[in-house]
């Protein structure tokens, strides 16, 4: 088969699958999870039960292949941020204000019983685990650079900032989510002293 042909067929698999994973997560946030048929999902995509089913088993199975995909995209849009500042202690600042914001715009989700039914998946564990070896890296590089305090290990200080942050949905503004990460960072700084005292 020509690779045009190829790539073609593969741009329309993405765009059917995108648009699955969206009308079943508009549906669910309208209808409740137990609401929401295959049907209702292959009617409001616009395509055949038969098209549906070639692409997923069931509801649950769409939802987690959703949930996966927000995570990635929250994944990547975090590592971007940190390519793109200068510096460690703006690198972490910059990562640490981007999470925390994540967390506050996905209030409303936090709220629905899809939140609920999503959050005990093993995809998000894996994402925890990167979004842990992230910080742990960035705090690792601020340390060595005397920015950060060193007489706690940098593991230990990553799940310091996580338990911190992951509060953000939670809180009323972006002016208290700016809070929530300055008070994290002054922990973090508190005692700075680079290599000096890290253990």
Known sequence: MPKLWNDTIEAHRREVNAAILDTTAALVAEHGLLAVTMSQIAEETGIGRATLYKYFSDVESILA????????GHLQQLTEIRDRATG???RLDAVLFAYASIQHELRAVHAT?????????RHV???HHVMHGL????????VDA???RGDVPPEELARYCLGALDGAWSVSSK????????VTLSG???????TRGRA
Not at 113 to 121: I, N, S, V, W
Not at 175 to 182: C, F, G, I, K, Q
Not at 188 to 194: E, N, V
């Open 188 to 194: 973090l700084r508190a005692g700075a002293r680079g």
């Open 113 to 121: 019983e899809l939140a609920a039914h999503m959050h005990g998946g």
């Open 175 to 182: 002016a208290a989510v700016r809070r929530l990460v300055e």
């Open 88 to 90: 460690p202690s703006e």
């Open 125 to 127: 564990a894996h994402a």
């Open 146 to 148: 005397g920015g950060v």
């Open 65 to 72: 292949a959703w949930h996966e995909r927000q995570i990635a």
């Open 135 to 142: 910080i742990r890296e960035l705090i690792a590089d601020a």
